[in-house]
């Protein structure tokens, strides 16, 4: 349900929450179409809280910190003391940040500052969920022990959930169409997927991410089985063994870069979960058969999949 | 107890595995979420997603 326009937004993806406020409450606080879905209308047990504002000039004094990363152009971290410092900017808004926003250690309390008349804020509404400040917000927060964000498409098919990573180009809205059109799977994304660790193994969330057609979807599935996309002339699956397993799951996840805790609790998490739940590679063609050939796989293994698509066994490749 | 199973009992016993060196490609700009996402990288543009990155450039900009 949407909120009043006074009301602060409660964006929840993955059980994970972060409530934004404003300091004016003549400004309104918007939430992207894609985000809408993923408002609560209250807290969750885990939610993080923002106090956002018009720029007044405060942080401009301050000393600068000690940069901890900062991808050259689009936005920086920095420590302050034992705070984190996060900063956006853009090209068009001139070389101050259009969004600062200083958080404790742990990314649960945030109070900041943003350009009016900035992508942000703008004629008196505020849109808190622009890319990427949530998303990097929320990978703060994944990496402290929570979860991996991962560039896939994910479903839940007849109870079952399934993930197909891929980097840009590699066909995760192509597969995701074909699940749609084949009918009966729910599409939790077609390009950002959260996994967690739960006590029932492990399970896929959809994110209002980057996807495609509306698609996204703030449910869950059961992670069942993982495919590494791979668009070829023809239908195939192998096996892959769990060490390149993790190096695959890797090159296609959103970890921590700048946090060797956060980095090392990726690589802990993607091991673990290759030991527990298979990890394939997809070679496919985008058509219908692609989709009977995960299906096999999913009932009979890698191997019968192949052999009942008309594929050869082969040993598996390095990737 | 098979990785299909995983969940619904106690962890199977790991095998060692020796080690091993692997080269993978990484996208800078993707991995760190420093580009604009709808006309920067090789997938979709998603139509409802607001971009703050380079909103000169993006057909999806928040301004």
């Known amino acids: 349900m949407p909120p009043k326009p006074d009301s602060p937004l409660v964006l929840e993806i993955a059980r994970i929450g972060l409530e934004v406020r404003v300091v004016d409450p003549e400004i309104r606080l918007v939430a992207e179409p894609a985000h809408v879905p993923?408002?609560?209308?209250?807290?969750?047990?885990?939610?993080?809280?923002?106090?956002?504002?018009?720029?007044?000039?405060?942080?401009a004094a301050r000393l600068p910190g000690r940069t901890l990363f900062d991808t050259g152009s689009v936005w920086r971290l920095e420590e302050i003391g034992d705070n984190r410092l996060l900063t956006f900017r853009s090209p068009i808004f001139g070389r101050d940040p259009y969004l600062s926003v200083e958080f404790d250690r742990d990314y649960m309390h945030g109070q900041g500052e943003t350009l009016d008349g900035g992508p942000v804020l703008t004629g008196g509404e505020l849109h808190p969920f622009v890319y990427p400040f949530d998303?990097?917000?929320?990978?703060?927060?994944?990496?402290?022990?929570?979860?991996?964000?991962?560039?896939?498409?994910?479903?839940?098919?007849?109870?079952?959930?399934?993930?197909?990573?891929?980097?840009?180009?590699?066909?995760?809205?192509?597969?995701?169409?074909?699940?749609?059109?084949?009918?009966?799977?729910?599409?939790?994304?077609?390009?950002?997927?959260?996994?967690?660790?739960?006590a029932e193994g492990y399970r896929i969330y959809g994110t209002p991410w980057h996807g495609e057609a509306g698609w996204e979807t703030p449910a869950s599935a059961r992670l069942d089985a993982v495919y590494i996309l791979d668009q070829a002339p023809r239908n195939r699956v192998?096996?892959?063994?769990?060490?390149?397993?993790?190096?695959?799951?890797?090159?296609?996840?959103?970890?921590?870069?700048?946090?060797?805790?956060?980095?090392?609790?990726?690589?802990?998490?993607?091991?673990?979960?290759?030991?527990?739940?298979?990890?394939?590679?997809?070679q496919f063609l985008p058509?219908?058969?692609?989709?009977?050939?995960?299906?096999?796989?999913?009932?009979?293994?890698?191997?019968?999949?192949?052999?009942?698509?008309?594929?050869?066994?082969?040993?598996?490749?390095?990737? | 107890m098979s990785r299909e199973q995983h969940g619904r009992g106690a962890s199977p016993r790991r095998s060692y595995q020796p080690p091993q060196l692997q080269k993978v490609r990484l996208i800078p700009d993707e991995a760190v979420l420093a580009s604009c996402k709808n006309n920067a990288t090789a997938g979709p543009a998603g139509p409802i997603q607001k971009c703050a990155t380079n909103p000169a450039v993006c057909s999806h900009s928040a301004s």
């Open chain 1, 238 to 282: 192998q096996e892959i063994s769990p060490n390149a397993a993790v190096a695959q799951m890797m090159v296609r996840a959103f970890p921590s870069m700048w946090d060797q805790n956060g980095l090392e609790f990726a690589v802990r998490f993607l091991a673990d979960m290759a030991d527990l739940v298979p990890v394939r590679r997809l």
């Open chain 1, 135 to 198: 998303e990097v917000v929320f990978l703060a927060r994944l990496s402290r022990g929570r979860g991996v964000l991962v560039h896939a498409c994910g479903l839940a098919f007849n109870g079952r959930g399934i993930l197909f990573l891929g980097t840009s180009g590699a066909g995760k809205s192509t597969t995701a169409r074909l699940w749609k059109e084949r009918g009966g799977a729910t599409i939790l994304s077609d390009d950002r997927i959260v996994i967690r660790r739960e």
């Open chain 1, 287 to 319: 058509e219908p058969s692609a989709i009977d050939c995960v299906l096999a796989a999913c009932n009979g293994g890698a191997a019968e999949a192949t052999l009942r698509n008309g594929g050869t066994q082969e040993p598996e490749e390095e990737p």
């Open chain 1, 38 to 59: 993923f408002l609560a209308e209250t807290k969750g047990e885990d939610c993080a809280s923002v106090l956002l504002g018009p720029v007044s000039g405060r942080r």
